[in-house]
């Protein structure tokens, strides 16, 4: 029997490790250890699941209904403090488990609970039936553990350890405890996304034997920007000594590991003319969706690019991929982008049409006419039964032009529903008129040919209201949860606009004493200056050092956070794009603004105008309103 207090003890030790080579081993060291108390048993499954900060597998749907309200007052319980004494430990450690721990000092225990114990104890929390018992579930659990084991059990709950260790890492110290592959470890885990599952095969020597199972996200595949089409050209033609740079230091690594890891060149050793494939780059929600189960037909999820299941939100794609037929069509994973479709111009609406309705649960007929939503497929990550992330993008690309071809009739769904029948499974086709639309289409792609053909595409593309374009190796794998050099974006700024700081506030953790985030105005007909917009990110620190120098010497009223100032110090911003909106006096916002240099060569009189401004306003094909 292995005790949740191994998992405690190690999670103490590896918070306050910084070597990750240790943490490694430590980890493997305990999770051998469970092995060995529970041999063939559940103990280093659940050990390894509960040190990630999973409650349940991520291939798991139940959830334990046990948010911070719940969490709460079954601590007051479980520590005796008051509601005071709670807030104050909380505000000292920003962490509900340490303020746990604090709280319980004075209690002696001896530890007791075991790892099969707590695993029944979150089964009977997510089934439970009322929040009443669902409470008495969790104070039975607090109520046995040590203050060390109530401090990572409510971590646990939260899905947040705080001790620096990320899944990847257990994978690599659950591979090392078995002697197995760590590279058949991950396999298991992305097949079948379970941990606790895939440490029992390492152990088995059945890892090998894993299938893929749908309805969990896989990562995604994710793109490295380029700033010109030469550039992009240069990427899939060069040698991969030249595109593959390794980056270095510690920000680096941390880059890295942020992304997942860096991938070599995609290219082979020879130069060699342009193999990629080049598509429009959609500005809308990327998302996956599997589908076509055959022991669940008719079942959809729709994943988004932070592994949150969003299929409630796009209720009129569930419906339209409930038609993918398992025995037909097979079980599948597509990658895309969700847009907001204009099926009279047959484009997509800008993303801010999109964006209304992101997080919103229930979709009214009025926001499905008004955004219908289609899904872009540009991928295809599973298909009849074969996982087909290893196999050549072209290889991908055709086998997904031949499944969309197949059902591309079938998967429809009607603008709206009869809200009558909402809640049962049937949905109701409002008469003939609403028959259904199509609801999923494919991206256009073709072989890029050279920089001026990237050229031409990125115009059209943003004559087509797109973004920009993606370039893509045709021999590349899918590399999950990677931001690669196989796939390239390029989005060239629209345009840039001289501005000048009207105003500065003090920012945020290590610039907190620092005025670091700058509003700034352009200039309007009578002269008078009129903000545009705000911006923090792009000036180094050392810029910001002297611009906070600056600004304080030339404050004209000061409001604590924020100071209005003389307006001295001309900026070069750059922006996705402009849209109207109430916020400044211009009239207009920029939406991301960047700024891109301190234009100290250019004099405060000759900043950009606000007819400037309207005229890359108006130059926009699609021109944002704010909502
Ligand atoms: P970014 O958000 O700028 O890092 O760009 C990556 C995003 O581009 C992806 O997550 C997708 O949402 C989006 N995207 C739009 N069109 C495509 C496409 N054709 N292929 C791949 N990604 C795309």
Redesign the pocket.
Known sequence: MVLFNAVATLADFLAGEGSRLKKRAAIAEAIAAAEAEDPGGEGSGLFAQYLAGLPFAEADPRKLNAGGALLTKAMLKATGATDAALTAAYRRHGDLGAAAFELMQGVSRAASLSLGEVCAAFGAMATARTTAARAATLDGLLDRGTPAEVKYLVKLMLGDMRIGVKQSLVEEAIAVAAGAEVGAVRHAVMLEADLADATRRAFDGTLGEARMRLFHPLG?M??SPVETPEEAVERFTAKPEKVAKPKKGKKAADEAELDEGVEAAPVSAEARPVEAFL????D???AQIHCGDLAEPGRVAIYS?NREDITESFPELEEAFAAVLPDVDGPMILDG?ILAWDYKDSRALPFAVLGTRIGRKRVSNEVRTQVPAVFMA?DLLYAKGELQLEHPLRVRRNRLETIVEQMVDRVVSPFAVDEREKGRQQVMFLGEKDAGVARLML?PSRLVESAEDIDRAYADARARAN?GV?LKAADSAYLPGRRGLA?V?L?RELATLDVVITGAEYGHGRRATLLSDYTFAVRGPGGELLNVGKAYSGVTDAEILELTESLKAHTLEDRGHFRTVEPLIVLEVAFNNIMRSGRHASGFALRFPRILRLRTDKPVEEIDTLERVEEVYLSQVDRPVES
Request: proline share 0%.
């Open positions: 995604f994710l793109a598509e429009d780059k959609y809308g929600m990327r690019r982008e540009f991206s973004e993606m796939w974006k989005k």
